[in-house]
C-alpha cells in the first residue's frame, strides 16, 4: 500500500527527515508518534502529497509519486487519498451534507450521486439528522465525523490524519478512536494517524515513533 524508500527532507540548512523507510499495508491502522519537531508531521504531508521529500521516494498504491506531473498529482490526491485534519477544516458556509459532498463533486461526480454516497456515509457515521446543520451549529465531535465522511466520500485507498482526536473533548476523542476501526471493519480502510494522544496510538495495529528525524521503532 505505502512504502518509502530513503526519504529525507530539508528546510535550507534543517533537515528534518534524514531517510525514512517504513512499510504500511492496506487495511492498517497505523499511528506516527514522537516529541513536537520530531518530523512526524513532515511525514504525513510527504506522504500524503502535500509536501515533497528533498529525496527519496514514494509509493502509494503501486505508483511513484514523484513519477507524477502536478495535475497528476492533484487528480491522484483527489481519488486516492482522504484527510483529515485536527480544526475540520469545513466550509463555515455549507452545510454537513454539502460539506462530505465536495471532493466528489471536484472528482467529476453528479450532484445526485455525490449526494447519495454523502447520505450514506453520514448516515453510518449517526449524522443522518444533521444533514442540514452547518458547522457552526455542530458539536466538535460532529464536525470531525463530518470531515471523515469527507475523508471517504471518494472511495480513497488510505486516510491520513493528523491530530485528529487534538481538539475533542474526552467523550469525543473516545468516540473517534472507536470509528477508525470501525471504518477499517466496514470497508477495509487503511489509516495513518499522527498523534500525541498515546492511548489512541496504542490502539493502533502499530505505533511508529519518530526522533529525531529518523524512525526509531514500528
Not at 138 to 153: D, F
Request: with cysteine.
Amino acid at each position: 500500500m505505502i512504502k518509502c524508500e530513503q526519504i529525507r527532507k530539508s528546510y535550507g540548512e534543517l533537515e528534518v527527515l534524514k531517510g525514512i523507510d517504513l512499510n504500511i499495508d492496506a487495511g492498517e491502522v497505523v499511528s506516527i508518534v514522537g516529541a513536537s519537531g520530531a518530523g512526524k508531521t513532515t511525514l504525513l504531508q510527504i506522504l500524503g502529497t502535500l509536501d515533497k521529500p528533498s529525496s527519496g521516494d514514494v509509493f502509494l498504491d503501486d505508483v511513484n509519486l514523484s513519477s507524477l506531473s502536478g495535475k497528476q498529482l492533484s487528480r491522484f490526491r483527489n481519488t486516492k487519498i482522504g484527510f483529515v485534519f485536527q480544526f475540520h477544516q469545513l466550509l463555515p458556509e455549507f452545510n454537513a451534507l454539502e460539506n462530505a459532498m465536495l471532493p466528489a463533486l471536484i472528482n467529476g461526480q453528479s450532484k445526485a450521486k455525490a449526494e447519495e454516497s454523502a447520505k450514506e456515509l453520514l448516515s453510518f457515521l449517526s449524522l443522518n439528522h444533521r444533514l442540514d446543520h452547518k458547522p457552526a451549529e455542530l458539536s466538535g465531535g460532529e464536525k470531525q465525523r463530518v470531515a471523515v465522511a469527507r475523508a471517504l466520500i471518494n472511495k480513497p485507498a488510505v486516510v491520513f490524519a493528523d491530530e485528529p482526536s487534538g481538539n475533542l473533548d474526552s467523550h469525543s476523542q473516545e468516540e473517534l478512536q472507536k470509528l477508525f476501526f470501525e471504518l477499517r471493519e466496514a470497508f477495509n480502510q487503511t489509516f495513518v494517524i499522527v498523534t500525541h494522544d498515546y492511548h489512541l496510538a496504542k490502539m493502533c495495529d502499530r505505533m511508529i515513533e519518530i526522533k529525531d528525524g529518523l524512525i526509531c521503532n514500528s
